[in-house]
Structure formats: C-alpha cells, structure tokens
C-alpha cells in the first residue's frame, strides 16, 4: 500500500486573484483542507489550503504559493497527495483507490481476468478499469457490492462476477 493517497485534483484557476479550483475525492469535500500539507507528483508541497466557495464540481480554495492567475491556470490537472497517516481509518467495506490499483481480478470460478489498473467515477458509480491479458483495450467493470462481492487486500486480489458478455 501507498503512503500517499490521493485526496484531488487541481483544475486551474477561478476568477483573476489566484484562487484555484479545487476538485476533493474525499467523503466529505471540505476535508481536503485538514489534510495539509497535500504534495503533488513532483513533489512540490502546498502547506495550507484555505477554502473560499463552491462551484457545481468543485471547491474553490486559495494554496499557499499560488497568487496570480498564470500561476493558478498553471495548476489545471495536478494531482494532490495526503500522507496515509493523515487520512481517516475506513469501514472494512470501503477503500483508498490506491490500495486497489494492481490487485488481480479473478471471476467467481478462479480464473484471472485481468488487473486493476485504475479506479474511476462515471459520476454515479466506481468503475474498475482492468488490463485484460491479450486485449489491447481495458475493461470497465462496475465497482459495486453485486459485481464486485470480494475485496481481499490482504491476498491482494478481487473476486468479480461480471455482467454477462463485458469479457
């Protein structure tokens, strides 16, 4: 498991004063801010997160270092980072998305079906995105208790039963 967890995204700037919008993964959106110091991919750390407002899909916020809107446009799609430690402990029905991402799938019967790649939201619903061996393409399967009954991370492994016809 990762020691970094990510809790969202910047999406560059709102309005002309270097404030960011703010797109948070977490439960509860405002938490984001009581995670700081969030870092990013290139390790560059933002110490404080102050939030100003809502957007329809996002949180606007102003980051510590970022003061003009060049700055701010310059952030559209940087991942932020917590440390594990600074994140609640979950239920044991729920999980960080990093703790899913190279688990191997395997159907009901056993047989691998492919490994987690990513984890992603159509807006309604967590989707595991697969890479299926022999296919150019990935699998979207849908992260639901009906779909997805087994999540072991301790054998690092998924047990689906798929919607007939998705493999």
Sequence with gaps: MSNRIIVGTLS???GVNGE?????FCAEPEAIANYAPLTTEDGRSFAQIVLTGRQKNAL???VDGITTKE???ATAGTKLYAQRDQLPSLPDDEYYHADLIGLAVHDTGGTQLGTVKDVMNN?????LELIVPGKSDTVLVPFT?????TVDLAAKRIIADPPEGLF
């Design 12 to 14: 560059g700037a709102f």
């Design 60 to 62: 606007v916020a102003r």
């Design 123 to 127: 807006g309604s619903d967590d989707l």
């Design 71 to 73: 700055q701010a446009d």
């Design 145 to 149: 208790r009906a779909v997805v009954p």
């Design 20 to 24: 960011v919008r703010l797109k948070s």
